[in-house]
């Protein structure tokens, strides 16, 4: 298939890069002529306007996956290719944005005839390798349409064991991805699973520093231990019940730097956690681990802890999150604004 791709940062390139090796068509943009010029050398059309990737795009209808900052950014470039794309031509959101963003803009395109899809998309710096984890919401035709595109983005079955019970033919679920439901739907459902991913950085955190706390002046001396953390991490790799791919990051950070003091332990949050949190306020939902592990992200602006730095530790492993580099996510708005964070 040919597909435009709006963004080409530690994401939108490598995922151009995947649907190229898979023999997919990428016609490319990005405000930086150095990101395009980058992708046109491995084989990509660059484009140097939205106008360019429109008319780049011969396959009818046309796809174009955005892969931007959530919000305004999103928002201004979604109504630029309302005014460009025809009928049945279809955009992608592959960022974070808010699911009721996703609702909205998916009704201000339907009234041109334009299909909206909302891909909540995890992998990282890694899933150019790895393969990406999609949940996608929208049209159903328009997403069906889209499954050669999915299907060479996700990881496939690879050596992961089928679950019990799913003994028949072999699904996209199992393969990577899912169509969760109507627009929103699948942005919402990555919006529980970076909540989720909070709530396991934090345990895990918290239980490195109270590891590497046991040698503390305060104990009692014959109740200090001086632990070796990397082979801790290690250890629990290796069929614990709680080895995990943040463990693995974990481990490779403790591995590398034991005390960790490459990182300050400041934690920003993308904005998913606190749409998680406002979600179960909306729905009555208790979720007292989740929060908690928002509200350690706001705490660790002020002081840091070992355990902080290992929380700065996975999310530089998972997603290359520099401290102090990202802006503060959700982004305030005024009252009379739409919903517009990552």
């Not at 949940?135 to 499954?147: Q, R, S």
């Not at 979600?279 to 660790?300: D, G």
Request: proline content about 5%; glycine content about 12%; charged content about 25%.
């Amino acid at each position: 298939m040919q597909i435009g791709m709006i963004g080409l940062g530690k994401m939108g390139a490598n995922m151009s890069r995947r649907l190229m090796k898979a023999g997919h068509t990428c016609v490319v943009f990005a405000r930086s002529a150095k990101a395009r010029e980058a992708l046109a050398k491995e084989g990509a059309t660059a484009a140097a306007s939205l106008a360019g990737v429109v008319k780049e795009l011969k396959q009818r209808p046309r796809a174009i996956w955005l892969m931007l900052p959530a919000g305004e950014t999103t928002d201004d470039i979604v109504g630029q290719l309302a005014e460009l794309l025809e009928p049945h031509d279809i955009v992608i959101d592959g960022g974070n944005s808010f699911y009721k963003d996703d609702i909205r803009r998916a009704k201000a395109l339907a009234t041109k005839g334009i299909h909206y899809v909302d891909c909540g998309t995890s992998g990282g710096v890694w899933g150019i390798a790895r393969g990406y984890c999609m949940m996608i919401g929208g049209p159903k035709a328009a997403v069906e349409h889209l499954d050669p595109i999915f299907s060479a983005l996700a990881p496939g079955l690879g050596d992961v064991a089928r679950t019990p019970g799913r003994d028949k033919a072999v699904s996209p679920a199992e393969r990577g991805y899912i169509h969760a439901g109507p627009s929103g739907a699948g942005h919402f459902v990555k919006m529980v699973h970076n909540g989720i991913e909070y709530g396991l950085m934090q345990a895990y955190a918290e239980g490195f520093d109270i590891l590497r706390n046991k040698d503390s002046n305060d104990l009692p001396v014959d109740e200090r231990f001086s632990l070796n953390l990397p082979d801790i991490a290690e250890v629990w790799r290796r069929g614990s019940v709680i080895s995990s791919w943040l463990l693995d990051l974990g481990a490779a950070a403790l591995v590398k730097d034991p005390q960790l003091a490459s990182f300050s332990g400041y934690v920003q949050d993308s904005g998913e956690g606190r749409w998680t949190v406002e979600a179960a306020i909306e729905e009555a939902v208790p979720a007292n681990v989740l929060t908690t592990a928002l509200y350690a992200r706001f705490r660790s602006r002020q002081e840091h802890t070992f355990g902080e730095k290992m929380l700065s530790a996975m999310r530089f492993g998972f997603g290359g999150h520099v401290e102090g580099a990202e802006p503060i996510d959700p982004a305030p708005k005024s009252p009379d604004a739409p919903h517009a964070a990552e």
